[in-house]
Every structure is written in structure tokens, then in C-alpha cells.
């Protein structure tokens, strides 16, 4: 577990800087200075550019995931791993222009009324999803190469401070609003490039072909994963992204900006779970390489414990403050507070049941996701059918965290019923106690001014929540984290 909370505390570190920067763009400057359709826009270029760029990696994403620990040796340039995924980015991307030229029309004219802007740049789609579907390629081959971390500092931390800058730039009327959409397209393109000029200064690129390492029966298998994980990849990234196009062809982009500023507040919950779950990936596959049964099983236990920790520590420090929040964001998004209600909820439910998800796609029984994921795509789209036309943007929340809810139990109940992990104990009852002790004692605190408000009252709450999991000892992994804090800061304030 060392290299898990190691690269976890790593990820995390650039997690939050980029969510401090965050806040600052998305939290402040974007509702107070943008329109909510501007807002609108940026999501959902980069919510199609997404969906597209995983129809074109054609698979080899997942290819990556489960082959590569069989190609890995770097003193043989990975036998010619990165040649294949040359192959696939090329292939796949030309097949992405001719779906392109085919549904241009269709996004122009679909939205041509409700969403303008959208319909002026689509044709930002071709650079953004190009570059989208290199950073995604790579980023899971930095990762089998045991680094999670340097992707989380791309995606979490130097793409949120570029967009920053510009955004003042902006503010500071240095930008007019075309060359704000442009910059902020540029520099989600960039992580792209940044991650491949990383990865060929750690001297890990090499094109060089070795064909005849690929024997019949790898072949076999790199064609069965691929046409798997076209199916299971695309679903993801439907799930992930259909709920900001549902909403702008349901309700307009304006819509969708304020959806996507509630939804930024409600996913500040699972930041800490995405390194977390990118390294323990890479070492649950590898533990299935050799069998390690027991080892999946712990690192199953204690990803759902600290995960449903550190979880709801964030979701109540979100929801105690949500009131003063929403005075933050302006009368524009007044509608946005069950909207972070819900998302935070349901991502509080997927970090609850860890790491659930990658030991299914690492078993033997990997083709059993794409049925979850069919499932997972099923509930979204019908419950955003039925939920949104009734409650609006909160209905499209409330599809999220209920198909978190649905999809997630019956990832627990195949996990079970495969390899008896029961990772669910006393332990999460005892927490849940802390959290309503920790919740209640906040909300009754007397409201003052807003800055002081939300610092008096997020100190108590954290207070009281961190003294009684660390002295309940609920989890040794956040009690040794706790734990190496206050001795470093032992030393550095009594040297």
C-alpha cells in the first residue's frame, strides 16, 4: 500500500492547488464575469470533444491497461508498444474526421437556436479531440509506468492555472471573448504535448516496431480487448459527458453553464479518489498477473474505507457552506444548490465502494463491465428523460447519483459473489456517526459575515471530524497520514 498513498498524497497535493485555482476561475471569476452561455460552450466542447476522442482511440486505451505490463521493458523501448499506439492514434483519429464531416451539419443546425456560440465553434471539436485522445493514450501508458501522479498534475493543476490566466486576461479586458475561447482550447490541447515531450525525456518513447513480439495468441488478445473496450470505453464516456449535452439540447447552453458550475462544486468530493484509484489500477492488475488474490482484496478494503472518509470530510465541508456558496456564484445560479447536492451524493456513493470497478476490468471476467457499463448508460439516459423535463438541471443530478447508486451496488454484489470481498465494516457506521456529529455541531454555529462564515465554520466541522477519526482510529492509513503531517510540522516549527 506504500506506493498507493505515496502517489495518493502526490496526486492529491496537485488535486488541490489545481482546486484552489479552480475555485478562483469557476468558483468566481466565470459566473461573475462570463455568460452563462460562454460557460456553456467551454463545457460542452470539451464534454463532445471527450465522447469522440474515445470513439477514436478505437479501444486501445483499454488495450493499454491490460496488455502493456506484458510489453513493459524499457530497455527494449516496451517492444514496441508505442508504435501500435501510433497506429491506432492516426487510424482512429482520420475515422473521427469522417464522422465529423458527417455530423457537422447536425450539431450546427441542432443547435442553432438554443445554443449559437456552440454552432460558431464547433469546428474546435477536430483539435480538441485529436489532443484529447493523445493525452488520454498517454496518460494511461505514464501510468502502467507507475507514475499516476504526472497526468493528475496536467489535468488537475497546469491546464486549471493556464485557464486562470487567461481568464484575467480576459477580466482585464487584455482578451476579447474570442481569443478566451481559443486560449482555453489551446491549453486543453496542450496537456497532450507536454505529457508526450515528458514521457521522451524519461527516455520511455520509442517507435521502433518489434511486430514479432506479437505472437498469434497476444494478438488474439489485443483484438478481443480492443473491440471490448471500444464498447466499455464509449459507455464511460457517455455517462461522463451525456448529462451537459442532454441539458443543452434540452434546455439551452445557458442551462448547461449554470449546470456545469453546480456540477464543478459537487465534484470537488472525488478529487482525492482519482489518484488514489489510477495507482491502485496499476497494482491490482499486476496483482492478477501474479495471482495475488489477498493483496486485491486489501487494497479493495482499505479503498473504500479511506475513500468514504475523506468523502464525506469534503462533502460537508461543501454543504455546510452551500449558502454562503451560493452568494458567492450571484443570483444567476441560485438554481445550482441541489445540483451540488446530488452530484456530491452520488459521488460520495461511487468512492464509498473503492476500487470496484478496476478489479472487474482487471479480472478474468473484464468483458462482465461493458454490461455494467450498458447498464450504467441505460439508467442515465432514461432517468435524464424523465428527471430533467420535471425538475430541470437538478433533475440531470439526480439521474447521476442515482445511476451511481445502481451501478455501484451491483459492481458490489458481482465482487462478492466472485471472491467473497466484503469490504464494508463497523468502520463505515462509526464514521457515518462522526460525520453527522461533525455536520450538526457546524450548522447550528450563528451566521456572520460571509468570509468569516465559511472559514469559522469549516474549521469547526473539520475540527471535530478529523479529531474523532484520527481518535477512534478508524483507518490506519489516514491515522499514519495524520500521523507524518504533525511530525513534519513538529519539525519544521520546533527545529
Not at 493556464?162 to 475561447?181: A, D, P, R, W
Request: net charge positive; charged share 10%; proline share 2%.
Amino acid at each position: 500500500m506504500g506506493i498507493i498513498i505515496k502517489q495518493s498524497i502526490q496526486g492529491s497535493f496537485w488535486s488541490y492547488f489545481g482546486v484552489i485555482v479552480g475555485f478562483i476561475t469557476t468558483g468566481y471569476l466565470f459566473p461573475n464575469y462570463l455568460t452563462t452561455e460562454t460557460v456553456g460552450l467551454l463545457q460542452l466542447l470539451l464534454a463532445w470533444s471527450v465522447l469522440l476522442a474515445q470513439f477514436s482511440s478505437l479501444g486501445f486505451n483499454g488495450v493499454t491497461a491490460r496488455l502493456f505490463p506484458y510489453f513493459r521493458d524499457k530497455s527494449k523501448g516496451h517492444n514496441g508498444y508505442l508504435f501500435l499506439m501510433l497506429v491506432a492514434i492516426i487510424v482512429g483519429f482520420l475515422l473521427f474526421l469522417i464522422v465529423y464531416y458527417f455530423i457537422r451539419s447536425y450539431l450546427v443546425e441542432s443547435n442553432i437556436e438554443k445554443s449559437l456560440m456552440f454552432a460558431d465553434y464547433v469546428y474546435l471539436l477536430i483539435p480538441l479531440t485529436f489532443f484529447t485522445l493523445l493525452f488520454i493514450q498517454l496518460d494511461i501508458f505514464n501510468k502502467l509506468l507507475f507514475n499516476a501522479v504526472f497526468g493528475t498534475f496536467l489535468q488537475e493543476f497546469y491546464q486549471r492555472i493556464l485557464i486562470l490566466i487567461v481568464t484575467l486576461l480576459f477580466v482585464f479586458k487584455l482578451f476579447n471573448i474570442n481569443q478566451l475561447i481559443l486560449s482555453y482550447t489551446a491549453i486543453v490541447c496542450s496537456k497532450g504535448i507536454v505529457l508526450f515531450i515528458y514521457l521522451l525525456l524519461k527516455g520511455e518513447v520509442s517507435f521502433k516496431p518489434r511486430l514479432k513480439f506479437i505472437q498469434p495468441k497476444l494478438q488474439k488478445e489485443i483484438i478481443n480487448v480492443a473491440v471490448f473496450s471500444i464498447l466499455t470505453g464509449l459507455g464511460g464516456s457517455i455517462v461522463f459527458n451525456i448529462d451537459k449535452i442532454f441539458i443543452n439540447q434540452m434546455l439551452g447552453l445557458s442551462a448547461t453553464g449554470v449546470y456545469t458550475i453546480a456540477f464543478f462544486f459537487g465534484t470537488l468530493v472525488v478529487i482525492p479518489s482519482r489518484p488514489l484509484l489510477r495507482i491502485s489500477g496499476t497494482l491490482i492488475a499486476e496483482a492478477f498477473k501474479t495471482n495475488n488474490i489477498n493483496y486485491i482484496a486489501d487494497i479493495y478494503k482499505r479503498s473504500c474505507l479511506n475513500q468514504f472518509i475523506i468523502g464525506l470530510f469534503l462533502f460537508g465541508g461543501i454543504w455546510i457552506n452551500i449558502d454562503s456558496i451560493l452568494i458567492i456564484l450571484g443570483p444567476d445560479y441560485a438554481g445550482a444548490k441541489w445540483v451540488i447536492f446530488f452530484i456530491g451524493l452520488g459521488y460520495l456513493i461511487d468512492m464509498a465502494t473503492g476500487a470496484n470497478a478496476q478489479i472487474i476490468a482487471y479480472s478474468k471476467y473484464f468483458k462482465v463491465s461493458f454490461y455494467f457499463i450498458l447498464i450504467l448508460i441505460i439508467s442515465v439516459i432514461a432517468s435524464m428523460f424523465l428527471l430533467v423535463p420535471v425538475f430541470g438541471i437538478t433533475g440531470g443530478a439526480i439521474a447521476i447519483a442515482l445511476s451511481f447508486l445502481i451501478i455501484n451496488l451491483l459492481r458490489y454484489l458481482f465482487v462478492y459473489y466472485r471472491y467473497r470481498f466484503q469490504p464494508f465494516t463497523i468502520h463505515f457506521i462509526i464514521a457515518s456517526i462522526v460525520f453527522f456529529l461533525a455536520y450538526f455541531l457546524a450548522i447550528i454555529l450563528p451566521k456572520v459575515d460571509l468570509i468569516w462564515d465559511l472559514l469559522y465554520r469549516s474549521t469547526v466541522f473539520a475540527v471535530v471530524f478529523l479529531i474523532l477519526i484520527f481518535g477512534l482510529k478508524i483507518s490506519d492509513d489516514i491515522n499514519n497520514t495524520i500521523t507524518s503531517i504533525l511530525m513534519k510540522a513538529k519539525k519544521i516549527l520546533f527545529k
